[in-house]
């Protein structure tokens, strides 16, 4: 596993997907990971899944995702004695994540002011729908309703369709990624000056970010983004068409690009016609373009023209399901999938995704399970000095 943050301490007191998200890019990175979470009940995502039986058990495909190789302490912020523990991890951690409503951490008397206080080296970190202030800092927000307030699902889908979500929780999926970078260039400055920092991550800005292009097409040529589907309004042929046997996205983008991709078609006369010879020309006939190339197209199959078009430098590639894509060659032969021991009662391996690089040094890659809900609160407790009696006080009271 990869050790660029070996020796950093993380508490994660975050729920569901943003949050976790972060921290386990963190802890593939090397980071100790310690998830905070409420006794008896835990992170939302224990009890989310496409399995009601992991679900039942606290520990749902979603959770499983997001958690592992962290380590699990179950505390009651809302107490005294919880609150005094959390302070005391705080004094000797590098990082803190969290993903309450704006204000929560500062009424439970656990705020940035108060933490860095006792550890102004900390590194502190807030993910929330729209940011600490502005008028909607109050607001709840989960993954659709931020996609909604961000255009995004404005320019999803085509004219019929949109607005449309996207498929997976993108929202929450950039604004953990958004928090990761900016703790990690929160560690890099402290390592030269000693200083700490407070971070607050809205998840809205975070999409507008990633959105640069639409954004940028309005704010600066004044250019209102419309919804396109599968094609690419920027350039043509750039889109989806379909073969004998499955749909095929090729993006040929370039001069030379377009002019192969009619060569390998046998269709080397489109390349001059007037109507396709340049791109702006393409882009005014697409309709007639994807037609001609959907008639020659109809002579194989989607993954015999990938390998042909890839092969004369055409970027092109089949529309997989999920399941294909995460069966495909490149995926085994780069190692994407790893597999970490299920945590008990579950058996056998579980298999996950690792963070989307490689290091020269040693990919980051999850090595230990998901932890049990609560699973490492004796021992995390004992490392702080606590006596074992004391630690049976705190159960008996339910702070732990």
């Known amino acids: 596993m990869a050790d660029l943050l070996a020796g950093v301490r993380v508490l994660d007191l975050t729920n569901v997907l943003a949050g976790p998200f972060c921290t386990y890019l963190l802890a593939q990175l090397g980071a100790e990971v310690i998830k905070v979470e409420q006794p008896g009940r835990g992170d939302l995502a224990r009890r989310l899944g496409a399995d009601p039986e992991l679900n039942r058990q606290g520990l749902g495909a979603s959770f499983l995702a997001q958690n592992a190789g962290k380590r699990s302490l179950t505390l009651d912020l809302k107490s005294a004695e919880g609150r005094s523990i959390l302070e005391r991890l705080a004094s000797g951690a590098d990082v803190l994540v969290e993903n309450f409503r704006p204000g929560v951490m500062d009424r439970l008397g656990l705020g940035p002011g108060r933490l860095r206080s006792l550890a102004p080296r900390l590194v502190w970190c807030s993910i929330s729908g729209f940011g600490a202030d502005g008028p909607l800092a109050a607001s709840p927000a989960y993954d659709q309703i931020v996609q909604g307030l961000s255009g995004l699902m404005a320019i999803t889908g085509d004219a019929s369709a949109a607005p449309l979500r996207v498929g997976f929780p993108v929202a929450d999926t950039i604004g953990g990624l958004t928090a990761a970078f900016a703790v990690v260039a929160a560690l890099f400055r402290r390592e030269r000056t000693g200083v700490g920092e407070t971070i607050d991550v809205s998840m809205l800005e975070a999409v507008l970010s990633a959105m640069g292009w639409p954004v940028s097409n309005w704010l600066i040529a004044g250019t209102r983004p419309e919804p396109s589907g599968n094609e690419n309004p920027t350039a043509a042929p750039s889109g989806t068409f379909r073969t004998a046997a499955g749909l095929l996205n090729i993006a040929a983008n370039e001069q030379s690009q377009f002019e192969a991709l009619c060569a390998v078609l046998g269709r080397p006369e489109l390349a001059a016609d007037p109507r396709f010879a340049e791109r702006e020309a393409r882009k005014r006939h697409r309709a007639a373009l994807k037609a001609e190339l959907e008639a020659a197209l109809a002579q194989a199959d989607a993954a015999s023209w990938a390998r042909r078009l890839a092969a004369a430098g055409v970027p092109a590639g089949p529309v997989l399901s999920l399941e294909e894509a995460l069966e495909q060659e490149q995926i085994r032969a ?32 999850p090595v230990d399970p998901p932890p049990r809900l609560g699973e490492h609160s004796e021992a995390i407790l004992a490392e702080l000095g606590l006596r074992p009696e004391e630690i049976g006080e705190l159960r008996a009271k339910g702070v732990v």
């Open 334 to 365: 780069r190692g994407a999938i790893r597999e970490v021991p299920a945590p008990a009662p579950l058996e056998g391996l579980l298999r996950l995704v690792r963070a989307g690089f490689r290091l020269a040094s040693g990919d980051p890659a």
